[in-house]
Antibody, heavy 122, light 108 residues
Framework: EVQLVESGGVVVQPGGSLRLSCAAS????????MQWVRQVPGKGLEWVAL????????YYADSVKGRFTVSRDNSKNSLYLQMNSLTTEDTALYYC???????????????WGRGTLVTVSS | EIVLTQSPGTLSLSPGERATLSCRAS???????LAWYQQKPGQAPRLLIY???SRATGIPDRFSGSESGTDFTLTISSLEPEDFAVYHC?????????FGQGTKVEIK
């Protein structure tokens, strides 16, 4: 059974930093690209970042480019999102999600975690 | 970037009725790379449809997707009680991938 479990969400002050983690199991992690998607409670979904299956390629939404860094450790079946220079606009539930097609990127997402809440507030 | 506009914002229907949800793209979506997800309160999104019309594994056949140009439609042929939720469309044919704002299907 595929499982994605996010962690690391907390309350942080504007300008602060945070690292989110996503522990993956139930599939061959290093065959699949992964994404981070966020959602302000009660609002729509917003794509944040993507990393290819081997970590060689990364892509970011303009809203986070230069501030967020996505990475992965295939030996630990783990995905990460380093978030710097946080603003109140970054307050959201952050989901990690698995792409559906192996050895490709920018595809639909067939499994999602339950999310971890990041609150940026003074 | 491709903007996806979902309508209506809320759809009030009774169990057994047919639901028709719309997702309009601001430009052509490459290779019909459009997906639909269902999201219930406090839960993660669940993939329903990909490639505009292909059902994901385990999705009942009352869910169907179609495409006409830049207009995409999710149809639920006969609403079951568990279908009342928010539905999101998602294009992944062009970077950046984008989502619609969601349509809530509520019990009338």
């Amino acid at each position: 059974e595929v499982q994605l479990v996010e962690s690391g969400g907390v309350v942080v002050q504007p300008g602060g930093s945070l690292r989110l983690s996503c522990a993956a199991s139930g599939f061959t992690f290093d065959d699949y690209s992964m994404q981070w998607v966020r959602q302000v409670p009660g609002k729509g979904l917003e794509w944040v970042a993507l990393i290819s299956w081997d970590g060689s390629s990364t892509y970011y939404a303009d809203s986070v480019k230069g501030r967020f860094t996505v990475s992965r450790d295939n030996s630990k079946n783990s995905l990460y999102l380093q978030m710097n220079s946080l603003t109140t606009e970054d307050t959201a539930l952050y989901y990690c999600a698995k792409e559906a097609v192996a050895w490709q990127w920018l595809f639909h997402l067939d499994y999602w975690g339950r999310g971890t809440l990041v609150t940026v507030s003074s | 970037e491709i903007v996806l506009t979902q309508s209506p914002g809320t759809l009030s229907l009774s169990p057994g009725e047919r639901a028709t949800l719309s997702c309009r793209a601001s430009q052509s979506v490459s290779s019909s790379y459009l997906a639909w997800y269902q999201q219930k309160p406090g839960q993660a999104p669940r993939l329903l449809i990909y490639g505009a019309s292909s059902r994901a594994t385990g999705i009942p056949d009352r869910f169907s997707g179609s495409e006409s140009g830049t207009d995409f439609t999710l149809t639920i042929s006969s609403l079951e009680p568990e279908d009342f939720a928010v539905y999101h469309c998602h294009q992944y044919g062009d970077s950046p991938p984008t989502f619609g704002q969601g349509t809530k299907v509520e019990i009338k």
